[in-house]
Every structure is written in C-alpha cells, then in structure tokens.
C-alpha cells in the first residue's frame, strides 16, 4: 500500500488513508505513482487543454532529443542560473511545485540531482502518466551513479 510522504500531507493540509487522501473537499486515490483526482469538474476548455497536452507529451521522439533537452535546459539557466548555485540559497531539501508539468521535461533538466528536492508534480493531462516514466528512470539512473561512486569509495 502507498502512502503520500508526512511532508506532503503537512503541506497539502491532507490526511492519508491508504490509498486515498482526503484534501478539503477532494479526495485522491493512489494509482500507477499518481494522487488522482477521484472527481474533476472540468470546463470545456480545461477538457480541449487536456487533450491536447495529451497528446503532445505522449510524442516522446518530438522533445525527447539531446537537442531539444539541451535548448530547454539553457533557457532555464539563463532565466534563473544553475541549479547548484540556486540551491544553497533555498531552505533545505526545498519543495518544488510544477503546475503543469506536462511529461516533466523542464523539471528533469533543471533539477539535478533529483535527490536534492521535495517534488510536487501536477497535471491535468494525461502527460502525467509520460512524467512517471521520465522520473522513475532518472531516479533509477540517480541511483545508479550513487552505487557506482559507493563502489568507487569502498
Ligand atoms: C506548456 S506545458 C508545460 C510543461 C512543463 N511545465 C515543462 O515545462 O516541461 C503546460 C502544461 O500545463 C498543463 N495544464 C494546463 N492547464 C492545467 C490545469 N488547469 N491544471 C493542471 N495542469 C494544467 C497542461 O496539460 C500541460 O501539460
């Protein structure tokens, strides 16, 4: 059974059951690495929005490139420095939210590593699914440079 992080639920004002977290009036259930929303009243405009960045994200191959990543990750730079340099002046293990984060492809280039930061990732869209995928193999890969450098070490 998943449960959603102490941080997180202190933050969000969110009690965890399980499974489920009851947040106001909203309550989320835990599938597949996501907090869902078990209703969403969404606009037909949220609905178009939704769609299409659906289908953008689901096209890996169309922003997935060293190219592409690496024009990302410069226009984050130049807007807000390196993230080694930002980090010192953040409080300790800072929280991230990415409204909007789409597959998590400006979140993935800036923020590294991963470990440094508490991440709250939402998005309307099923690019969310896409997003899960991309973190869980930059963590895996994280993780596996972490062993390499223990290895190094011992
Ligand atoms: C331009 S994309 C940015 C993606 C990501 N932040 C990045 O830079 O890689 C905007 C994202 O916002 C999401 N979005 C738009 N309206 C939203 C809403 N009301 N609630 C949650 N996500 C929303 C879209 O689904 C889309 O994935």
Known sequence: METAPSWFCEIMRAQNFGDTLSCGSKTYVYRNGVWNASHLDV?????????????????ETTFNSPEALGRVRDWLIERYGTFSALLPLLPPEPVVLDAGCGAGMSALEYFKPLSKIRYIG?????????????????????????????????
Do not use: G, M, P
């Open 43 to 59: 606009s037909d405009q949220q609905k178009q929005t939704e769609e299409i960045f659906a289908f953008k994200w689901k096209k």
């Open 122 to 154: 939402c998005d309307i869209s099923e690019a969310i699914w896409v997003a899960v995928k991309r973190f869980n193999l930059q963590q895996e890969r994280e993780r596996e440079r972490e062993r390499e450098r223990e290895n190094l070490h011992s």
